[in-house]
């Protein structure tokens, strides 16, 4: 999930009036906010609260159509070693050997573009690999819930998707949706919109993701080793690379020993068992 600056700064712009926000997953991440023609942009002078933000460049398009622009700033892109995610405007299939997602960039976060999102399902290959890709897995703020999917199509089953936003409940079910080609009919998880507290949240459970910010991780923890199976294994994501040293720390104090941490950019991912 993006960092709170990252959130602070979405919410500015849309306060100000912005109709549609992207960032670039690849440094420098360019963010990129669109404006309607009737509406004048905030003063960028406000920028200097967030620490490392300014603008770049300021373009008036006029009467132009600024959805068409914003799908500009999202293309196709290869994810690990199997996937291949583009999204719903872009009919060009990927690469043969690669299964080809297809996500709506829109409310919910999880379209494969941010580098946490890459990270996790990176780790679920290797999980695969290994063959402890095994269910029941539990998704935890799972967005548009492209972690289950991608969990689902590389052999993983009995997933069960949440996350606490009401817009990810129609989000997740989009997703399966528009990959129906992969699916063949298959009904890839289930999904509900509510808490780790929820009654569907059962347990015990071999496999839990939580894509989402260090802090709630680490506010759900004692949770989260309430319901983990003895020896399931986390991935945990969310986490800016500066912060790694005190993530691998909350883990291990809550009986989830690291097993491997994956980095791209400014952020990491974390594997990590649940000891007996």
Avoid at 70 to 80: K, L
Avoid at 85 to 102: I, K, Y
Avoid at 211 to 235: F, S
Wanted: charged letters at 20%; hydrophobic letters at 45%.
């Amino acid at each position: 999930m993006p960092d709170p600056q990252e959130e602070a700064l979405c919410a500015w712009l849309e306060a100000g009036g912005s109709s549609a926000f992207y960032r670039e997953a690849d440094p420098p991440r360019v963010c990129y906010a669109y404006f309607p023609p009737d509406q004048t942009p905030p003063d960028a002078a406000g920028l200097a609260a967030f620490s490392g933000v300014r603008l770049m460049e300021a373009e008036a398009f006029g009467d132009e159509d600024w959805l068409a622009k914003s799908r500009e700033g999202f293309g196709a892109f290869d994810v690990g070693a199997r996937f291949h995610v583009r999204p719903l405007w872009d009919a060009a299939p990927g690469p043969q050997g690669r299964m080809d997602l297809v996500v709506n960039p829109g409310l919910a976060f999880g379209t494969g573009g941010h580098e946490t999102t890459r990270l996790c399902m990176e780790l679920l290959e290797a999980l695969a690999a290994s063959k402890r890709l095994k269910g029941p897995v539990l998704d935890i703020g799972a967005g548009t819930g492209i972690l289950s999917l991608a969990a689902f199509l590389l052999g993983g089953r009995a997933l069960t998707a949440f996350d606490i936003d009401p817009d990810c409940g129609p989000a997740m079910d989009e997703l399966i949706e528009l990959n129906a080609h992969l699916l063949g009919g298959a009904k890839p998880y289930e999904s509900f919109v509510g808490t780790l507290d929820h009654p569907r949240v059962a347990g015990p459970y071999p496999g839990l993701l939580a894509n989402i910010l260090l802090e709630t991780i680490q506010e759900l923890l004692p949770r989260m080793a309430q319901v983990a199976a003895p020896g399931g294994w986390l991935i945990a994501s969310g986490i800016l690379a500066e912060r790694t040293d005190e993530a691998l720390v909350s883990l291990a104090t809550h009986g989830f020993k690291p097993e491997k941490v994956l980095k791209e950019g400014e952020w990491i991912a974390i594997l990590a068992v649940r000891e007996s």
